[in-house]
């Protein structure tokens, strides 16, 4: 099920970082359309850093920084020319719904490890909250709790306990309350509910 869950999620990433992708491609057709010297530009930004990687796979620092001399000049032109058309500095990346791991739900780490970004985690946490009964938090809490609504009949033979179950749920409410308040501390055990199925 989680995997079902997170390959949906994982699906809905992809669509949303192509979309960003395309919105892109068009903000750029239609700028450089206007100006196309920003184009030349891009265009020579793009090429001078294919020759700085080759450069660096083979080991030839000799033109390495004649092209940083370039590129540089290249972006000073390109930050002007932002500036004379008032042109927003991010207009030309993709507007991803979340810049950290650029919609693909994941980061790597300093140790060059593959982790799930905190968006991913937010949105399964999210997903999980809304399956279960806790979005009923504002109209099922302690202050709407009645007790009176439990019998308060000592049965027994129906119940197995010799207290009322209005005097049982008391007592589960109040180890339930003790919980939450000492719930940091170490000697605090975790509470289980059961009971037959359905039942809530
Ligand atoms: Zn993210």
Same mark, same amino acid.
């Given at each position: 099920?989680?995997? @079902?869950?997170?390959?949906?999620?994982?699906?809905?990433?992809?669509?949303?970082?192509?979309?960003?992708?395309? /919105?892109? /491609?068009?903000?750029?057709?239609?700028?450089?359309?206007?100006?196309?010297?920003?184009?030349?530009?891009?265009? /020579?930004?793009?090429?001078?850093?294919?020759?700085?990687?080759?450069?660096?796979?083979?080991?030839?620092?000799?033109?390495?920084?004649?092209?940083?001399?370039?590129?540089?000049?290249?972006?000073?032109?390109?930050?002007?020319? #932002?500036?004379?058309?008032?042109?927003?500095?991010?207009?030309?990346?993709?507007?991803?719904?979340?810049?950290? %791991?650029?919609?693909?739900?994941?980061?790597?780490?300093?140790?060059?490890?593959?982790?799930? %970004?905190? %968006?991913?985690?937010?949105?399964?946490?999210?997903?999980?909250?809304?399956?279960?009964?806790?979005?009923?938090?504002?109209? @099922?809490?302690?202050?709407?709790?009645?007790?009176?609504? #439990?019998?308060?009949?000592?049965?027994?033979?129906?119940?197995? #306990?010799?207290?009322?179950?209005?005097?049982?749920?008391?007592?589960?409410?109040?180890?339930?309350?003790?919980?939450?308040?000492?719930? /940091?501390?170490? @000697?605090?055990?975790?509470?289980?509910?059961?009971?037959?199925?359905?039942?809530?």
């Amino acid at each position: 099920m989680t995997n @079902e869950i997170l390959n949906s999620l994982l699906k809905e990433y992809d669509r949303k970082k192509i979309q960003a992708e395309i /919105d892109l /491609d068009i903000r750029k057709k239609e700028l450089y359309e206007k100006i196309p010297e920003l184009q030349k530009i891009e265009n /020579d930004l793009s090429t001078y850093a294919i020759e700085t990687t080759k450069n660096i796979l083979l080991y030839k620092n000799n033109s390495a920084n004649d092209l940083k001399e370039k590129i540089s000049l290249l972006n000073t032109k390109k930050n002007e020319i #932002f500036k004379k058309y008032n042109i927003d500095k991010n207009y030309l990346t993709p507007n991803y719904n979340c810049s950290i %791991c650029q919609d693909t739900g994941y980061v790597i780490t300093n140790n060059y490890q593959k982790q799930m %970004c905190n %968006c991913l985690k937010q949105k399964l946490i999210d997903y999980s909250f809304n399956n279960s009964n806790m979005t009923n938090l504002n109209t @099922e809490n302690f202050s709407t709790f009645n007790e009176n609504i #439990f019998s308060d009949d000592v049965d027994i033979q129906k119940y197995k #306990f010799n207290i009322s179950p209005r005097e049982n749920i008391k007592n589960i409410k109040k180890k339930c309350e003790n919980f939450i308040v000492n719930f /940091d501390k170490k @000697e605090t055990k975790n509470l289980l509910f059961t009971g037959n199925t359905g039942l809530r």
